[in-house]
């Protein structure tokens, strides 16, 4: 059986991946250090045979014994307000830790390394709907430099390991994905949203609401991540729903799916916020098949009942 390292496996993504994984027949190890996953995530996988759970940070290498053909790397704060809070640390993550994740499938003759990329290297995007050919508009000294730039010094040393050691290196452009497993205090839009309209609290949007986003179904961004781990596209490509909506259009299919009666508030707009957000996917359709499946009133269906069946905050 093939052996798959996934860095951040006990996180949001992290943990359906690994469960995607195990289904495939992938023997799985998640390495996390739980700094914003929990062991709740993957609470159902401890005892499946073939699934390891490492608690360890990867900025200071990943110590992992045995074979190794594939090695995802996942691990780094991924909610603005946390990434704000640990901008030293997820620069580490996203430069040092990367480095560790690659040094880890060098040192296996053949493995196979899938970097977690996301829609933020192409920062308040000029071109739409964003192609992994655009280069993106970045500050590179906003507050989301922190995690924007860690994230492209990610794909530039993913894409040099490739050119030096002849590695086999994928690069995923994650698009806003939710599901269940999408903490209510995470800090996204759909978080917030959905655990608002259920705590009958007013919905706050940023701005007059109009900027657009595009919302991916966790189940739905990992068969694309898997797709193309298992595939032989480099990438960058971009794994996402190309379905947009503004933020006010969200807030509102939130309170139809919820039934709630809450309010919507207006808050002033971010510093840095990007105006639109959707990716153009079509170089994952044409070399995976991939589409997504899920349209945003199953998706936001699906996570409001978890969220209802009660969250576990440890
Ligand atoms: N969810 C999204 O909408 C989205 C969008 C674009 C990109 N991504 C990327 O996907 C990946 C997973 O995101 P997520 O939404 O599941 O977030 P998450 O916070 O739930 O998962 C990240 C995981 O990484 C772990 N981690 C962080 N730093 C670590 C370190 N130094 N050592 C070991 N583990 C560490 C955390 O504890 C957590 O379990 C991230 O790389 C993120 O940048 C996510």
Redesign the pocket.
Known sequence: MPRAVV????????SHLCRALRARDWEVVA???????RRANVDDLLDVPGFELVE????HGIPIAGSVDAVLH??????PP?YLARPL?TL??GSI?TQHALELARKHDGARFLL?????VYGDPLVHPQPESYWGNVNPVGPRAVYDEA?RFAEATTTAYRGVYGMDTKIAR?????GPG?QPD?G?VISNFLAQALDGRPLTVYGDGTQTRSFCYVEDEVDGLVRLLESTHVGPMNIGNPGEYTVLELAETVLDVTGSRSPIEFRPLPHDDPRQRCPDISLASRVLGWRPRIDLREGLARTSEWYRRGVDPT
């Open positions: 860095t951040g496996g006990a996180g949001f993504i992290g390495v996390d250090d739980f700094s914003s996953g360890h940070d990867v900025v996942l691990a780094s704060p991924a909610s946390l640390a580490d993550v830790g977690a990329s996301t829609s933020e994230k994650i698009f806003n994905t939710y999408l995470d996204r």
